[in-house]
């Protein structure tokens, strides 16, 4: 599996700020993923973003709000603008498996946010 | 809305079988059942997957029904590390995870 870290791992914030969420992964990957996970909820699928395209936004998520560059094969930033406390969560990266038929992700630790 | 139901929470012994069960009775020919867990908000961790035969890992095995209607995971002895919330998610030809509530499970010591 693929070694993915995320920066920061944490960090609170101030209503109307933005903040830059970096993943990283330790191998080339086509494809990458970028969820939320509000307080005590499940995983939600924010957009994907493959390297030379803008990202593909799932409904409800749109790019003003969510801005994501795919400089390259190994990285990806996810920014959320305009901070409102129901920002407040916890945003993971993933990247596809190495299965050439299965679609398996894997998971970066998560970056834990806070708006005040 | 996520393809599968499973049970909000379980408890196992600790050493005992851990069996998960997870329902997607409406899952296509051509989906794969895979199952990760979530230990305390880190970011998930791939256990298994299966289209239709049982499989077997180091880390569990997956019984999938005949019909593909349901499926159970299972932890063949549960150590209180295996404390986590599982998921178990259908999905084919795409990386769109739709996840559901998962099921909880608590190792009871």
Same mark, same amino acid.
């Given at each position: ?14 209503? +109307? ?22 307080? /005590? ?10 390297? +030379?395209?803008?990202?593909?936004? =799932? ?26 406390? =129901? ?16 679609? =398996?992700?894997?998971?970066?630790? /998560? ?6 | ?11 196992? &012994?600790?050493?005992? &079988? &851990? ?9 296509? #020919? ?19 997957? #299966? ?40 999905? &084919? ?17």
């Amino acid at each position: 599996s693929a070694v993915i870290s995320q920066k920061p791992s944490r960090d609170i914030c101030q209503r +109307g700020t933005s903040l830059t969420i970096q993943c990283q992964v330790d191998s080339q990957v086509t494809m990458m993923f970028w969820y939320r996970q509000q307080p /005590g909820q499940s995983l939600t699928l924010i957009a994907t973003a493959n390297q +030379g395209s803008e990202a593909t936004y =799932e409904s409800g998520f749109v790019i003003d709000k969510f801005p994501i560059s795919r400089p390259n094969l190994t990285f990806s930033t996810l920014t959320v603008s305009n901070m409102s406390p =129901e920002d407040s969560s916890i945003y993971l990266c993933s990247v596809e498996g190495r299965g050439l038929v299965t679609n =398996e992700q894997f998971f970066g630790p /998560g970056t834990r946010l806070t708006v005040l | 809305d996520a393809k599968t139901t499973q049970p909000t929470s379980m408890d196992c &012994a600790e050493g005992r &079988a &851990a069996n998960l069960p997870c329902n997607h009775s409406t899952i296509s #020919g051509n989906e794969y059942v895979y199952w990760y867990r979530q230990i305390h908000s880190q970011g998930p961790q791939y256990i298994i997957h #299966g289209l239709k035969n049982n499989e077997t890992n180091e880390m569990a095995s997956l019984i999938i029904t005949e019909d593909r209607k349901s499926s159970t995971l299972i932890l063949p002895h549960a150590t209180l590390r295996d404390t986590a919330v599982y998921y178990c998610i259908v999905a &084919a030809g795409t990386y769109k995870y739709i996840f559901g509530t998962g099921t909880r499970l608590k190792v009871l010591a």
